[in-house]
């Protein structure tokens, strides 16, 4: 069965960082552009970052430009989300998603998510 398996979230002050990894098992995501999305309680989950398959693409949220770093390492399948200089409106639960088709930045593009990784940043 496919598996997209978050980790790294937690609890952090303003200013601080962490590391977001998305493992994925049942079968590789070599030839899907991979993504983070967030949702934050009360409103619509919204894209962060993605980095895409064929040529390691990025594109960013206006929200984390500068910030936040997506990679993705093929060989071991997995995706990861380096966010620094945290603020408390990055508090959100955080998923990784594969892309099936459509526009990259469009939660509906994905057909794989993941359960998600929660991140609360305090002022």
């Known amino acids: 069965q496919v598996q997209l398996v978050e980790s790294g979230g937690g609890l952090v002050q303003a200013g601080d960082s962490l590391r977001l990894s998305c493992a994925a098992s049942g079968r590789t995501f070599t030839n899907n552009s991979m993504a983070w999305f967030r949702q934050a309680p009360v409103k619509e989950r919204e894209f962060v970052a993605v980095i895409t398959w064929v040529g390691g693409t990025t594109d960013y949220a206006d929200s984390v430009k500068g910030r936040f770093t997506i990679s993705r390492d093929n060989a071991k399948n997995t995706v990861n989300l380096q966010m620094n200089s945290l603020e408390p409106e990055d508090t959100a639960v955080y998923y990784c998603?594969?892309?099936?088709?459509?526009?990259?930045?469009?939660?509906?593009?994905?057909?794989?998510w993941g359960q998600g990784t929660q991140v609360t940043v305090s002022s």
């Open positions: 998603a594969a892309r099936q088709g459509g526009p990259l930045g469009v939660p509906s593009s994905y057909n794989k």
